[in-house]
């Protein structure tokens, strides 16, 4: 989102045998993205997963926002395998409006269906923290927010 550049693209073609079709100097970093991943997962029981059936499915969407998902209504999450359902990604020109279209997307996203839960949730707390909109946090955040509500 911040160089233009389509990575999976340029992996498959060298993969293929074809050379890079950039250089360097050719990648020019624009802006600031910011990626959330939204897993069937419930954070207020440790991050379990949440099988069950997607019965609403509502994504984001909007200008400089990229959603990639597998999601749909009448999807069956079951609690065997990665619990990733969808990466939310925003571009904007700076931190803090990256952050506000984030905010934007992720109360857009709606997941519903029994026994369902999402970190939608959590992750809008994330970006709300003084210490992620103030670029204070390490690694450490989510291990301290989800300590912070035992």
Request: proline share 5%; charged share 25%.
């Amino acid at each position: 989102m911040v160089t233009g550049v389509d990575l999976v693209r340029e992996q498959l073609l060298i993969a293929a045998g074809r050379p890079l079709t950039l250089r360097q100097r050719d990648v020019a970093l624009r802006g600031v993205a910011i990626e959330c991943r939204v897993n069937t997962e419930d954070p207020r029981r440790g991050f379990l997963p949440t099988p069950g059936v997607v019965e609403e499915f509502l994504p984001p969407g909007g200008p400089f926002t990229r959603v990639d998902t597998h999601g749909a209504n009448g999807v069956s999450i079951g609690a065997e395998y990665d619990s990733l359902l969808a990466k939310v990604i925003v571009w904007a020109p700076d931190r803090d409006q990256a952050i506000a279209r984030m905010r934007r997307a992720l109360s857009e996203f709606h997941v519903s269906g029994r026994g369902i839960c999402t970190t939608i949730g959590f992750l809008r707390d994330i970006l709300d923290d003084a210490r992620f909109r103030e670029a204070r946090h390490t690694t450490a955040l989510a291990d301290l927010m989800v300590a912070a509500t035992s």
